[in-house]
């Protein structure tokens, strides 16, 4: 009987240690809320424009603009069918996407360090046997060959006085977050990507476009040269200039053509699929997309919120602010609670009765005391790293404002440059006019005429580049600004957070920007 109340006093004391480390109230409360080595992460600030150097522009707003389909601006539906297919089918996307599902279960793993790291269930048999020499003067009773079978249940689990535990635990959440800003980067990028190489695709068939009059007009001027040399009006010099100007605008066609193809290539992989793929899609001859007349850019202090990139750097920056306190708990003792409930006999028969139970349970401390060195060197190393994430999120900022401002600057230029190369194709071509009527009445030499053709070739494919330009230059803007991450949110392709404990105050939803610092 006593033996029988030692064993129940033994289970009764590991199932009380388990309810009041995980059941009880107040024991959860501490274990969640209690002591924590280590600085407090509050967010890292960082310096930013107050507004933007181009702002009084006429072509730029500054009121509040989320961009979310900025690419819907271009008002070309082609377009806005690429960027989907790409946001669904991009193989680096879901890459990215891996990453964040990575990041998770990596969070699962720090949690779950909060309940007993060691849950065992164990058995085992031996067949065993003395040495006879370890007995010279003869044998005792007992000492014999035996079996052993023996089944049990071993725990361990460290108290995570010292929140060491719990940093890990901010430390994988923060790790999770960088992750989905990651996603929203690359998504960001993929679209601009997208854009860019569909407006380069239509600016070279432009080209392609005018080159392609250009050689008719000059095929019908090389013609009429011809009929005028036979006649005799006219000398072979005429002719052969004509001939030479006609091959070296036919000349720049195969380049055109190649480009045109390397493009569209490009688009097949953004989209995930195989060269060619995409050829029905584009075969319809459109435009170059233009841009509206004015852009809403809302204000510079915009880009902390709005970029993931720049997210992800506060984000990396807050993992690494929970890694100080991991090494800094290592200065302290670390208690464990080991315990063992098992069945043990020599015949199998034998193992479950009531006298074969066996088990133990107690604390255990583990103190580093002659490792201070080294852990204090630990703590530094991980403090320099977090001073080198915080520098990293302000160089974040301060490029994305860069990026920006020269983003602006490169698109209102641009359109003034349109306007001009307009206006100089238009005087261009009106003296191409003029100057074959005054050839054709013998008044100027082919000279003449030849000068013009070339200015309009090299204005006409001038404009088509510069169109085009002003399109790249608003898609650089939009991704600058960091437009198009909602996407993600608006589909919900994949499922990029995770669910919190209640009761854990230090996770925060990536989501909603709740947590210490987030936003």
């Known amino acids: 009987m006593t033996r029988q109340k030692g064993f129940h006093a033994l289970v009764m004391m590991i199932a009380g240690t388990a309810c009041m480390l995980s059941g009880c109230t107040s024991a959860r409360q501490w274990w969640h809320n209690g002591m924590k080595v280590g600085p407090e992460y509050v967010g890292v600030g960082a310096d930013v424009a107050s507004q933007w150097v181009d702002e009084e522009d006429s072509?730029?707003?500054?009121?509040?603009?989320?961009?979310?389909?900025?690419?819907?601006?271009?008002?070309?539906?082609?377009?806005?069918?690429?960027?989907?297919?790409?946001?669904?089918?991009?193989?680096?996307?879901?890459?990215?996407?891996?990453?964040?599902?990575?990041?998770?279960?990596q969070r699962g793993i720090a949690a779950g360090n909060r309940y007993p790291q060691q849950q065992q269930v164990n058995a085992a048999f031996s067949r065993n046997r003395f040495s006879e020499n370890m007995y010279p003067f003869g044998d005792f009773p007992g000492i014999r060959p035996y079996d052993d079978w023996v089944a049990g249940f071993d725990m361990a689990w460290e108290l995570d006085l010292w929140g060491r535990i719990r940093r890990g635990i901010e430390s994988a959440d923060a790790h999770l977050e960088a992750q989905v800003e990651g996603y929203d980067d690359a998504l960001v990028m993929l679209q601009a990507e997208v854009a860019a190489a569909y407006i380069r695709l239509r600016a070279i068939e432009e080209q392609l476009r005018y080159t392609q009059h250009n050689v008719d007009l000059q095929r019908?001027?090389?013609?009429?040269?011809?009929?005028?040399?036979?006649?005799?009006?006219?000398?072979?010099?005429?002719?052969?200039?004509?001939?030479?100007?006609?091959?070296?605008?036919?000349?720049?066609?195969?380049?055109?053509?190649?480009?045109?193809?390397?493009?569209?290539?490009?688009?097949?992989?953004?989209?995930?699929?195989?060269?060619?793929?995409?050829?029905?899609?584009?075969?319809?001859?459109?435009?170059?997309?233009?841009?509206?007349?004015?852009?809403?850019?809302?204000?510079?202090?915009?880009?902390?919120?709005?970029r993931p990139d720049v997210r992800q750097a506060e984000r990396q920056a807050a993992a690494q602010s929970a890694r100080i306190g991991i090494a800094e708990a290592e200065f302290y003792p670390s208690l464990a609670i080991t315990g063992n409930i098992a069945v043990q006999a020599e015949q199998f028969g034998d193992l479950f009765d009531w006298q074969s139970r066996t088990g133990r349970i107690g604390p255990g401390i583990q103190w580093n005391v002659l490792n201070y060195g080294r852990i204090r060197n630990r703590v530094r190393v991980e403090d320099a790293r977090f001073q080198q994430a915080v520098l990293a999120y302000q160089n974040a900022v301060l490029a994305a404002n860069k990026e920006a401002e020269d983003a602006i600057v490169a698109y209102l230029r641009e359109r003034q440059r349109v306007q001009s190369l307009e206006q100089a194709t238009r005087e261009t071509l009106r003296a191409l006019e003029i100057g074959m009527r005054l050839y054709e009445e013998g008044v100027v030499d082919y000279q003449r005429v030849l000068d013009s053709q070339r200015a309009a070739v090299l204005q006409q494919d001038a404009l088509a580049q510069s169109r085009g330009q002003v399109a790249l230059n608003l898609v650089a803007l939009y991704k600058a600004l960091g437009g198009g991450w909602t996407m993600r949110c608006e589909y919900e392709e994949i499922d990029l957070g995770f669910q919190p404990d209640p009761a854990d105050s230090s996770a925060a939803n990536p989501m909603d920007g709740s947590g210490s610092g987030y936003w």
């Open 59 to 105: 072509a730029l707003r500054t009121d509040w603009a989320e961009h979310g389909h900025w690419w819907s601006v271009f008002n070309d539906p082609v377009l806005d069918r690429l960027v989907f297919a790409a946001y669904q089918q991009n193989l680096p996307l879901q890459i990215a996407g891996m990453r964040i599902l990575e990041a998770r279960a």
């Open 220 to 306: 019908a001027s090389l013609e009429l040269i011809q009929k005028r040399f036979e006649l005799g009006v006219v000398g072979e010099l005429d002719v052969r200039q004509a001939g030479a100007e006609l091959a070296i605008t036919e000349s720049s066609l195969p380049q055109l053509q190649q480009a045109h193809r390397q493009v569209q290539n490009g688009l097949c992989l953004l989209l995930g699929m195989p060269p060619g793929s995409l050829d029905m899609d584009l075969a319809e001859s459109s435009s170059i997309p233009m841009p509206p007349a004015e852009v809403a850019i809302g204000i510079p202090a915009d880009l902390l919120r709005r």
